[in-house]
């Protein structure tokens, strides 16, 4: 998972592993039918084991997401060829809705047809937080990754997750003077305008910068290292390019099915800690999270 969101949760969570892999049962992953575009469902962290993993005070889940691939260059031409037999037929070029309709048509004898892609999106609960975090910043991607553990749950009420103090304040700070992250090498500034002003590689206290800031312009998101990992935090609190520092000591010699799931387990409990240390360090810049 390289991108976050973090949602505070306000409903009840499963007592136990077993519980929540109960509940996730409600909601696997099946391959799409052959008249459904796309299919969401949980399946297993590990290779035929339970639909969640807890560990370390957390606990993983994985999401699968198949869809068909339709191109467009394929739809376009079975459509113009109905759209021909259509003026042919009728001795006049289709409405706006009969187009419409024979595009529906179209899809709908391509797509049993067409071949599936299937991509992967983790979350984790962080219990002694109450936060959920979903790895993917797309508002929608997230929305729906939270109706998938809501269908599993039966009952998922959270809210996205937020300071007492303005998020963009605090980015604004740390190109201002020291704070609890270094600096990386990338920034976006916006202004009123809806102007966009990137910049990348550059140091981020430079005089052309803190001209733009001076001139009104807003922080919508800047990179930041810490210690054991870097990534770029923007003015709506979400968090994208993670990337950990692994300590190449730590990392296992894989030897057997044990030392995989060992290296797993690391890598998971490593990223919960570090989101974890993260979201401690958030919490106290932004005067607390807001309730």
Excluded at 55 to 68: N, P
Excluded at 133 to 153: F, Q
Aim: charged share 30%; net charge negative; aromatic share 8%.
């Amino acid at each position: 998972m390289k991108s976050f969101r973090f949602y505070q949760l306000m409903s009840e969570w499963a007592m136990s592993e077993a519980a929540l892999d109960e509940f996730l049962q409600n909601q696997p992953f099946k391959p799409c039918s052959a008249f459904s575009m796309e299919s969401w469902g949980f399946v297993p962290i590990l290779a035929d084991g339970l639909l969640c993993r807890r560990l370390s005070g957390a606990d993983f889940m994985k999401i699968r997401v198949q869809r068909r691939v339709m191109p467009a260059a394929a739809v376009a031409e079975a459509l113009g060829e109905r759209i021909e037999a259509f003026n042919s037929r009728m001795g006049r070029l289709p409405s706006r809705k009969e187009k419409r309709e024979l595009k529906e048509e179209v899809v709908a004898e391509l797509m049993p047809k067409a071949l599936t892609a299937s991509t992967y999106l983790g979350a984790f609960y962080i219990h002694k937080r109450k936060v959920l975090v979903i790895g993917a910043t797309p508002n929608k991607t997230a929305e729906r990754m939270l109706d998938s553990i809501r269908a599993g749950l039966g009952v998922l009420q959270v809210y996205e997750l937020e300071g007492k103090n303005k998020t963009e304040k605090f980015l604004r700070r740390l190109l201002m003077e020291a704070g609890p992250f270094d600096l990386g090498r990338e920034c976006v500034l916006t202004d009123s305008d809806s102007a966009v002003l990137s910049f990348r590689g550059i140091d981020l206290q430079s005089e052309t910068l803190s001209m733009h800031l001076n001139d009104g312009y807003d922080v919508d998101r800047i990179g930041l290292n810490a210690h054991e990992f870097a990534f770029t935090l923007d003015k709506d609190l979400i968090v994208r390019k993670f990337k950990m520092v692994i300590d190449p000591d730590e990392i296992i010699e894989v030897d057997g099915e044990e030392d995989v799931i060992a290296n797993l387990d690391s890598e998971l409990v490593q990223l919960k800690n570090h989101i974890d240390a993260l979201l401690g360090i958030l919490e106290a810049e932004l005067g607390g999270f807001a309730q």
